[in-house]
């Protein structure tokens, strides 16, 4: 049987293409609905209370499909590697593979003007890349105080005012919208992993659903907790997952007045003065405080990583 070298590199580039015409499709189709007012991608952005999504039904789907993966292969299959792997060396690949995506924080602090975080950024990479034995270590946090300054291309596409669109919960990458799906796209050829994924596509596979065994294993336990506070699941996701990705944007903007973008993140009290967020499916008879469902929504960062492929 015939088994030509390119066919798995020429089936990844035939998928890439039908999502890209399935997400242009699904734009067209409801252009005739979105007037420039309410246009959630190219106006004004929506506010966070009201979720665009038009696809609930089928995203709840894929969210039951999430749901059952994490409980039946990806939790298993996470305990038995903790079992057999330690916490400190769990904690080490992590590390190294948090390193490796410098080249994507990097760029986006950059391309947002931040010039004083695409600064750290790279003092970090330097350090932890030498220091800190290829990232295995944070000798730059711990030892020097440089905090990572997590920046993506879908935030950056928030800060020059593109909006978050459509709502969508992927299969296997979980919650995310239209703007953040071309991001992690554009994210995808910055990340050293991606020449990997093009050449051998088998073993870039291999090293994505390492590091999401390895993530899910520090996290046990967190999703569940998520799950058994929330009324509805996937409308507590949903608009957690929006308000994390409003905080991470409202963030990079806050130098929107001065002549300076790369101003540092604003002060706390700041959203504490923001008006409080309602589930836009009105089940929770209460609105949430902000700064309760900022803690939630940072929280949700890890429930991400347990459900997506990123």
């Known amino acids: 049987m015939k088994n030509p070298d390119g066919f798995l590199p020429q089936l990844c580039r035939i998928c890439f293409c039908c999502l890209a015409i399935w997400l242009g ?24 209370g009201l979720a665009s999504d038009p696809l609930e039904s089928i995203n709840r789907v894929f969210f039951h499909f999430n749901d ?6 990806l939790k298993p299959v996470s305990k038995g590697y903790a079992w057999v792997v330690a916490e400190n060396v769990r904690i080490c690949v992590r590390s190294f593979l948090k390193n490796l995506l410098a080249p994507v924080r990097i760029v986006n602090n950059l391309l947002q003007g931040k010039v004083v975080n695409t600064g750290i950024e790279t003092a970090r990479f330097v350090i932890n890349s030498t220091v800190g034995v290829i ?6 946090k711990n030892e020097f105080g440089l905090l990572p300054k997590d920046e993506d291309l879908g935030q950056t596409l928030g800060v020059y005012g593109v909006g978050e669109g459509l709502y969508i919960c992927w299969p296997f990458l979980g919650p995310s919208n239209v703007r953040d799906t071309i ?18 596509p088998g073993a870039g596979l291999a090293v994505q659903t390492g590091q999401e065994v390895n ?4 996290t046990l336990g967190d999703y569940e907790d998520f799950k058994a506070l929330a009324i509805d699941p996937y409308v507590a996701l949903r608009d957690a997952y929006r308000q994390y990705r409003q905080k991470n944007i409202h963030d990079m903007v806050v130098g929107k007045d001065s002549m300076y973008s790369y101003s540092f993140d604003r002060p706390e009290e700041i959203y504490a003065q923001e008006k409080p967020v ?24 890890e429930t991400e990583k347990l459900l997506s492929m990123r």
């Open 278 to 301: 309602q589930l836009s499916s009105g089940l929770n008879p209460a609105p949430i405080p902000v700064e309760d469902l900022l803690v939630q929504a940072e929280t949700l960062v």
């Open 25 to 48: 499709s699904m734009t067209l189709a409801l252009a005739q609905e979105v007037t420039p007012e309410n246009d959630p991608v190219f106006g004004e952005e929506l506010d966070i």
């Open 183 to 200: 991001g992690m796209t554009g994210d995808f050829f910055l990340s050293p992993a991606s020449y990997l994924a093009w050449s051998d």
């Open 68 to 73: 059952k993966f994490y409980f039946w292969v």
């Open 135 to 140: 990232g295995l270590v944070d000798p730059a």
């Open 215 to 218: 993530n899910t294993s520090l």
